[in-house]
């Protein structure tokens, strides 16, 4: 059992930046084993894995801020470029959240905040294939945009049919939200083999501003969720999306740690 | 190097102040000063350390209290001679800072206080 916790803590630790990983990966494990003998002693598991969390996920947040602080002193052009293109894309959404709640008087998260999202990542995808042309692994990433977009199709004429009043079957909507995730999945792989991650953005870059909108989506999907409403089509779709966004950071976390300088020479 | 110094960095380099010591005996030594007050997991620990290291204000040693009974895959860390200099630095910011604000409660809280 103890083992299979030290496993779990070791997995966990995918969220800190590969060179933090690198440096501190044992000694941390070497702490948590400690603290998991103490817990045998007396001290209850689900207080013990509460804190471990909240520590593990607000130093990975500063760790992640810390190398992006870094990356940003060292190749600031570079670097404000991505910042543009990704606040750029959280904008669009917003402004797509925005403008649904105000139209339709809705709670967080009703379909237009998806469309957005939707075509902000298919142009930040399509961005992104410019960019690599002619190198190693466009062609995966530009079946994933291909994928992605043409799996949106079902989607938006399901919601346009709920807004007019007419019917779509709803099981081919649910089904394009896994054929999202797998196009999303190839645009990960495909920036993966391309090395475009740092053309684009740096992985501390994604995972910072991912954590706030994976919060997001997580929310919506959890308010549908209880509040019963749309729980199949909608509940599918939106987790769909969230799950797209977790393959995405997962494709990122496993690029291999960079080099160090004294490694390079 | 600015003060004052962050909380995590301050109690993690006090704790390192009289000799060297492993990532979890930090964690609980940090614990015992502040009489529970102050809970640091593995993540804050390290990340903490890994600044203090970048700023020379500790330093990992090679040394072994008893390697005996110590397991290879800890690390030991001890604060440098300047972790020490900033460290009574900003003891005496502190020092000053509390002196400063038990003058100000006798003159001015306690009448307010009162006065509720």
Known sequence: MSRLRTKIYRGLLLVYPPSYRRDYEQ????????????????????????????????????EHGRVLSEWVRVRPQRAWGALLAIGA??????????????????????????????????????????????????????????LTTVAHLPVITYEFALSTGRTFPARAAEASGF??????????????????????????????????????????????????????????????????WVVLGLAVIRQKAPQSAAERK | ?????????????????????????VMR??????????????????????????????EETDERPDPELDDSRRRYYRATSSGLVVLTAETERLARLVKTAGIKRSNRFKPRIEGI
């Open chain 2, 29 to 58: 030594e940090v614990e015992e000063m502040t009489d529970g007050e102050v809970t640091m997991g593995p993540g804050t620990v390290y990340g903490t350390i890994r600044r203090l290291l970048e700023l020379g204000l500790i």
């Open chain 1, 89 to 146: 894309l959280i904008g669009a959404v917003a402004a797509g959240s925005l403008a649904a709640t105000t139209a339709q008087g809705s709670a967080v998260g009703r379909s237009s905040l998806w469309f957005t999202a939707a075509y902000a990542m298919i142009l930040v995808g399509f961005l992104g294939v410019f960019l690599v042309r002619r190198k190693k692994g466009s062609g995966l990433l530009l079946a994933g945009v291909v």
């Open chain 2, 1 to 25: 190097m600015d003060l004052p110094l962050p909380a995590s960095q301050f109690h993690v380099l006090l704790a390192l102040a009289d000799g060297e010591k492993h990532g979890y005996a």
């Open chain 1, 179 to 244: 054929l999202i995730m797998a196009g999303v999945g190839l645009v990960g792989m495909g920036m993966k083999e391309t090395s475009q991650w740092s053309r684009v953005a740096s992985r501390s870059t994604l995972v910072v501003l991912l954590y706030p909108l994976t919060l997001v989506f997580g929310y919506t999907a959890l308010v549908n969720a209880v509040g019963g409403a749309q729980l199949t089509a909608d509940f599918l779709f939106r987790g769909g999306y969230f799950l797209s």
């Open chain 1, 27 to 62: 000694p941390m494990m070497q702490m948590v084993v400690d603290l998991l003998r103490e817990d045998a002693r007396g001290l209850g598991a689900g207080r013990l894995w509460l804190h471990l969390f909240a520590d593990l996920f607000r130093s990975a947040f500063v």
